[in-house]
C-alpha cells in the first residue's frame, strides 16, 4: 500500500520535487488522516483523494516561491496546508527559508507544533488572530482555503508593513474574483493554473497598493 501510495506522488517530479521527499510527505498526510478522527483538520470527503487534492495541491507552488526568500507566511494554516508541506520539501532541498504558520485554533496549532518536531521542521506556529496583529513583515505571504481574496488584500494593506510576494489559492471563480479586485486595488499578477483541478487557479500578486 505504501508503495502503490508513494507513485501517486509522481507529478511532483515535473515541480522538482525529489522522490527522496515523498515518504515525508505521505507520512504528513498519514498523520493528517489519523488526527482528522478527532478533529476537523480536512474534509471527511477528501480523504480518499487527499494526495491529489492536499499534499499535491499545496505542493505545486513550489516553483514560484523565491528560493531566496527568508520567510514565508502561511495565512489561516489550520492543518498545514501548504505551510507544512512547503515546509517539508523546501527542508530536502537544504533551503533555510522559514515557515510562520498562523492559526487561532488551539487544537490545530498543537498539531502543527507536532508535525513540526516531528519532521524537525524551519517553521513556527503563531496562535494568534492575524486580523489582530500589526506590523507584520515577511518575504513571502501565502494563502490556501483562508479567506476572500478581498479580505486577505485588505489584511496584508492594514496588517503587513514589509512583504514582497503573494500566492493565492483560487477556486473556480478564481479570475472573476480577480477582476472584481481591481477595481479597488492595483497589483501586478500572474495567473497559473492549477494542476489538481482544471477549474481552479493560483495566483502570484506583486505590487499591491490600493485606488
Same mark, same amino acid.
Given at each position: 500500500?505504501? =508503495?502503490?501510495?508513494?507513485?501517486?506522488?509522481?507529478?511532483? =517530479?515535473?515541480? !522538482?520535487?525529489?522522490? =527522496?521527499?515523498?515518504?515525508?510527505? /505521505?507520512?504528513?498526510?498519514?498523520?493528517? $488522516?489519523?488526527?482528522?478522527?478527532?478533529? &476537523?483538520?480536512?474534509?471527511?470527503?477528501?480523504?480518499?483523494?487527499?494526495?491529489?487534492?492536499?499534499?499535491?495541491?499545496?505542493?505545486?507552488?513550489?516553483?514560484?516561491?523565491?528560493? &531566496?526568500?527568508? @520567510?514565508?507566511?502561511?495565512?489561516?494554516?489550520?492543518?498545514?496546508?501548504?505551510? $507544512?508541506?512547503?515546509?517539508?520539501?523546501?527542508?530536502?532541498?537544504?533551503?533555510?527559508?522559514? #515557515?510562520?504558520?498562523? =492559526?487561532?485554533?488551539?487544537?490545530?496549532? *498543537?498539531? $502543527?507544533?507536532?508535525?513540526?518536531?516531528? %519532521?524537525?521542521?524551519?517553521? /513556527?506556529?503563531?496562535?494568534?488572530?492575524?486580523?489582530?496583529?500589526?506590523?507584520?513583515? +515577511?518575504?513571502?505571504?501565502? +494563502?490556501?482555503? #483562508?479567506?476572500?481574496?478581498?479580505?486577505?488584500?485588505?489584511?496584508?494593506?492594514?496588517? %503587513?508593513?514589509?512583504? !514582497?510576494?503573494?500566492? #493565492?489559492?483560487?477556486?473556480?471563480?478564481?479570475?472573476?474574483?480577480? *477582476?472584481?479586485? $481591481?477595481?479597488?486595488?492595483? #497589483?501586478?499578477?500572474?495567473?497559473?493554473?492549477?494542476? @489538481?483541478?482544471?477549474?481552479?487557479?493560483?495566483?502570484?500578486?506583486?505590487?499591491?497598493?490600493?485606488?
Amino acid at each position: 500500500m505504501i =508503495e502503490s501510495n508513494l507513485k501517486k506522488y509522481s507529478q511532483l =517530479e515535473t515541480l !522538482n520535487v525529489s522522490r =527522496e521527499t515523498f515518504p515525508a510527505l /505521505e507520512e504528513f498526510r498519514s498523520f493528517l $488522516l489519523s488526527e482528522n478522527k478527532i478533529m &476537523n483538520l480536512i474534509s471527511k470527503s477528501s480523504e480518499r483523494d487527499s494526495i491529489k487534492r492536499h499534499i499535491i495541491d499545496s505542493a505545486q507552488v513550489i516553483d514560484i516561491i523565491d528560493k &531566496n526568500a527568508k @520567510t514565508c507566511v502561511d495565512l489561516g494554516s489550520g492543518s498545514g496546508l501548504p505551510g $507544512l508541506v512547503l515546509a517539508i520539501i523546501f527542508k530536502k532541498k537544504g533551503s533555510t527559508i522559514k #515557515f510562520e504558520l498562523y =492559526e487561532k485554533s488551539q487544537k490545530k496549532s *498543537n498539531f $502543527l507544533r507536532k508535525m513540526i518536531k516531528h %519532521f524537525d521542521l524551519n517553521a /513556527e506556529v503563531k496562535q494568534k488572530n492575524i486580523f489582530e496583529e500589526r506590523k507584520l513583515k +515577511a518575504d513571502i505571504i501565502i +494563502a490556501r482555503a #483562508f479567506k476572500p481574496l478581498q479580505t486577505i488584500l485588505e489584511l496584508i494593506d492594514k496588517k %503587513f508593513v514589509q512583504y !514582497n510576494r503573494l500566492i #493565492f489559492f483560487l477556486g473556480k471563480s478564481g479570475r472573476v474574483v480577480i *477582476n472584481e479586485c $481591481l477595481k479597488s486595488w492595483k #497589483f501586478d499578477y500572474q495567473i497559473i493554473k492549477s494542476l @489538481t483541478d482544471v477549474n481552479s487557479v493560483i495566483v502570484k500578486i506583486n505590487n499591491l497598493r490600493k485606488i
